[in-house]
T-cell receptor, first 113, second 112 residues
């Protein structure tokens, strides 16, 4: 079991570009969560998805951020028109249907220059 | 809004010392509390606590929950340099769906 796979590990974008972060959950896990960790801060919830459904996006900024978890393929966190303040580590986690504690991926470190 | 506060923010100890990390919380309809260890990358799961007064133990790590006073502690005995990490506490509450609310973490540095 490869665990939760995130890619890329590091992503550098210029201000105004788009960032796409990918997350493949563990085999058998149908729940995906995205968290953001700003420098020297704890993890902050962004969005919770199941296949083809956004269950809770209460932590997502209202503009420029979107997430999806299609029927086939990885979950994608998309940030349009990135700004310096988007620089952070973005962690994805997954859990099986009947349990709730997560397994985290190794994260994508986004740097906006 | 659910809140989780960890203390201290950071601490430095020497190998062999014992450390105690604190986590206090305010949540509506608490379900469970979790501890994670975060080194350079992904947080790794340590403990899940749901009942008061029952100590969970894994090697040199142990944790206990007090649901009356709304806090948990994580103890690490006979610390080693490999214990250096950020320790994260998180709580889950049904009203919040399946999401976790994390504290800011405690950074532990164990010196040889």
């Amino acid at each position: 079991n490869a665990g939760v796979m995130q890619n890329p590990r590091h992503l550098v974008r210029r201000r105004g570009q788009e960032a796409r972060l990918r997350c493949s959950p563990m085999k058998g896990h149908s729940h995906v969560y995205w968290y953001r960790q700003l420098p020297e801060e704890g993890l902050k919830f962004m969005v919770y998805l199941q296949k083809e459904n956004i269950i809770d996006e209460s932590g997502m900024p209202k503009e420029r951020f979107s997430a999806e978890f299609p029927k086939e393929g990885p979950s994608i966190l998309r940030i349009q028109q990135v700004v310096r303040g988007d620089s952070a580590a973005y962690f994805c986690a997954s859990s099986p249907l009947s349990e709730w504690y997560y397994t985290f991926g190794s994260g994508t470190r986004l740097t906006v220059v | 809004e659910d809140k989780v506060v960890q203390s201290p923010l950071s601490l430095v100890v020497h190998e062999g010392d014992t450390v105690t990390l604190n986590c206090s919380y305010e949540v509506t309809n608490f379900r469970s509390l979790l501890w994670y260890k975060q080194e350079k990358k992904a947080p790794t799961f340590l403990f899940m606590l749901t009942s008061s007064g029952i100590e969970k133990k894994s090697g040199r790590l142990s944790s206990i929950l007090d649901k009356k006073e709304l806090f948990s502690i994580l103890n690490i005995t006979a610390t080693q340099t490999g214990d250096s990490a950020v320790y994260l506490c998180a709580v889950e509450a049904p009203a919040a769906g399946n999401k976790l609310t994390f504290g800011g973490g405690t950074r532990v540095l164990v010196k040889p």
